[in-house]
């Protein structure tokens, strides 16, 4: 009896257990794949930034929650420190090159998700896009509001 328990216990969890190893792995080689991916097409676009570099930075813990938050002040705080990993001349230039790298990372990070991991990161970026430009919109919208109703008459 026993055996055909553990018997029917090994058909069953093995599938579950091998797509749960697979999952972890996939997790842990996506960041390199990631960096090589963004280094490879910087290279191509004539930044020099390398592999390494970008998977240091894609470690660091506030890296990865600003890229899901993915809020314009987010990816504006994880392209200035970008800017400093990146080689070049000026600061407006790295900040420039940093940008750049950044979307690169994005759209690789995407690409190297699974289509249900990917799905679900471009969906919460548009998501806080939209947020964030409709808060521009009512903010712009107040401003008219009060400069119309502060106005006496028309000229």
């Given amino acids: 009896m026993a055996l055909l328990t553990s018997a ?77 990993m990146m080689p070049g001349g000026s600061a407006e230039e790295r900040r420039r090159n940093a940008l750049q790298v950044l979307w690169m990372v994005m759209e690789e990070s995407v690409r190297a998700a699974d289509p249900s991991q990917a799905a679900l990161l471009v969906g919460s970026w548009g998501l806080q896009t939209t947020k964030e430009e409709g808060r521009k919109t009512r903010n712009q919208l107040r401003k008219l509001q009060q400069d119309v109703r502060g106005r006496d008459g028309l000229e």
């Fill in 8 to 84: 029917l216990l090994a058909k069953a969890a093995m599938p579950w257990a091998g797509k749960l190893a697979l999952s972890g792995f996939t997790k842990v080689i996506r960041r390199p794949r990631v960096a090589r991916a963004a280094a490879k097409r910087a290279a191509e676009a004539g930044i020099p930034v390398t592999a390494k570099s970008l998977r240091i930075w894609l470690a660091r813990k506030d890296t990865g929650e600003q890229l899901r938050t993915c809020s314009e002040a987010s990816l504006d705080q994880a392209a200035g420190r970008l800017a400093y």
